[in-house]
Structures are given as structure tokens and as C-alpha cells.
């Protein structure tokens, strides 16, 4: 049985409490966990892996909507509240398992495809969760999650920009990410001291033409580098990376100078900051040192 507007006597009748080291925050309004869930586009036939279960506020109206639902919940407490309630739809399986440390090959098994999640993210994950769903995103089809606004603004910042950065750029490189719904402090328990904003991500397929033709792994290295130190150069944040190390032997001047015609090689001024650079402008870069390695 879902629980809303009543959440804190709920919680002290079962001598369960929101754990301020796990970042929970409790929806309390049924229309507001409707509408979070609606902004998932749930079909019938989706199995959908909810990411904190919590009290089941939100695992109720997606039960409703998709064929199947394996909750991931790391709170021991609130599992074992569950398992004695009995209380979650028969279409829900739920698990003890830190989504930070699942397994996404098994997960992947499990959903019989791509994977379709949905999350009311503890803020204190959200950044690692982010980078997690990209370094699976060949197993993904999409997220619709929950996120404290400064990092959703991020994740559809622009160039030039203090929020555009590592997550921007990466994301973007192989998903679309869109704003759909925000909510106010007042909607949880406790009550965060941001509003918070529910994103939908939708990965590309990774054979797609966009994102094909060039080296991803040294696309991260690069974008990672550049925004390393933000008020420096492409041309000093990528030197101190030394990418061609191997091909000058450990020379950091030649190394630097290899940087500075890879750079100018994209088509891009070497004097210029990661934050003005467009994805299409990163990905050029990318070619122009993976070629120079070759």
C-alpha cells in the first residue's frame, strides 16, 4: 500500500526514519508520483528498473503502467519493511542492491532488453549514477529520474556557460536529455532545500551515424582533460595529459607541441576554454589526436 501525506507518521510507526547519509527523500503527494511517473512514457509491455523503491510511493502508479517493475533499494530497513507488509503490486520484484554497484550486464538479463529506468536519485549519487548510465549506455534506452535542479541544469547547459561541463558533454554525446517536470521542496519528506527536476534521458543507439567514426574512450579522456583546470587553455589543459608521451618519449615540449597542431588540425584556436566548445567540437578533436596516434 503506498503511503502519501501521512509519510512521517508512517515512517515512525515502523521505527524507520529517512537516513540523512542515504539522501532520502520521501514523495508525499499521490498526483505528484502520478505525474513523475507519467513523464516515463510506460508502455504495457515495459520492464521498468525503479532505482530507491523507498516507501513505494512511486513504484505504485509504475506498476500500473508497465508489465513488470525490479526495485532496487538500498535502504535494508525498507526492504525488510516490505517483505513483512507484503504491501508492493505481485508485478514488483524487489531487490537489496546499491545501484552504484549493480551489475548492468545482469539488470540488462533481467529486463529482457535495453534498459528502461526511472529513479528518485538521493542527491548525493546523482553525479556518479549519471556517469554510471554512461559508461553502460550501449545497455540503455532510457532514464527518467529525479535530480536536484543545479545538476539537471547542467545536463542541458550550454557552452559558455558555468553549468556546462564534463556531464554536459558527455551525455550529450550519446543521449538527448529533456526537462520535463519540477517539483517543490514541499512535494517530500524531509523537505530538500532545492527544487528538484524530473530530466528524461533517451540514449542513441551507439551504431548510429552521429556517434560513430571516432574513439569514445579517448573522446572521455579528452573531454575530461580539457575540464580539468576550466580558466586554463585547450592548449595547457591537454598538454599537462600528455596524451603522445609514448610517441615523444616522455619529451613534454615536443608532447605540447604535438597538442597544439592536433588542436589546430580540429580547426579549433588553441587559446580557446573547454566551456566555449560545442560537442561536434570535441568530437573533431578527438579525430584530430586519434589520427596523430595512429
Request: proline content about 4%; overall charge positive; glycine content about 4%.
Amino acid at each position: 500500500m503506498t503511503r502519501y501525506g501521512d509519510t512521517r507518521k508512517s515512517l515512525r510507526e515502523e521505527s524507520l526514519a529517512p537516513k540523512k547519509q542515504l539522501g532520502q527523500n520521501f514523495l508525499v503527494n499521490k498526483a505528484t508520483a502520478d505525474a513523475v511517473a507519467n513523464c516515463g512514457r510506460i508502455s504495457k509491455d515495459d520492464i521498468i528498473i525503479e532505482v530507491g523503491v523507498g516507501l513505494g510511493a512511486l513504484t505504485q502508479p509504475i506498476a500500473e503502467q508497465a508489465k513488470e517493475v525490479i526495485g532496487l533499494e538500498i535502504d535494508r530497513g525498507l526492504v525488510r519493511f516490505h517483505n513483512e507488509k507484503d504491501d508492493l503490486p505481485a508485478n514488483v520484484t524487489l531487490l537489496h542492491q546499491d545501484i552504484l554497484k549493480a551489475d548492468f550486464a545482469e539488470l540488462y538479463r533481467k529486463s529482457q532488453a535495453k534498459l528502461k529506468i526511472m529513479a528518485n536519485l538521493p542527491y548525493s549519487i546523482s553525479n556518479p549514477f549519471l556517469f554510471t548510465l554512461i559508461e553502460n549506455r550501449e545497455k540503455m534506452d532510457w532514464a527518467t529520474i529525479m535530480l536536484q535542479k543545479e545538476v539537471a541544469d547542467r545536463l542541458t547547459a550550454s557552452p559558455n556557460t558555468k553549468q556546462y561541463g564534463i556531464p554536459t558533454v558527455l551525455l550529450k554525446s550519446c543521449a538527448t536529455i529533456q526537462s520535463l517536470l519540477t517539483l517543490k521542496p514541499a512535494e517530500f519528506h524531509p523537505r530538500p532545500k532545492i527544487d528538484s527536476v524530473v530530466v528524461r534521458i533517451e540514449f542513441q543507439d551507439p551504431k548510429a551515424e552521429a556517434t560513430e567514426n571516432y574513439d569514445w574512450p579517448l573522446f572521455q579522456k579528452i573531454v575530461r582533460a580539457a575540464f580539468s583546470q576550466r580558466r586554463k587553455t585547450l592548449l595547457n589543459t591537454l598538454s599537462s595529459v600528455n596524451f603522445f608521451s609514448d610517441l615523444v618519449e616522455g619529451d613534454k615540449k615536443a608532447g605540447k607541441q604535438l597538442t597544439k597542431e592536433a588542436i589546430n588540425q580540429a580547426g579549433i584556436k588553441e587559446g580557446l576554454r573547454a566551456e566555449v566548445l560545442h560537442l561536434d567540437q570535441f568530437i573533431d578533436l578527438t579525430r584530430s589526436f586519434s589520427a596523430k596516434l595512429s
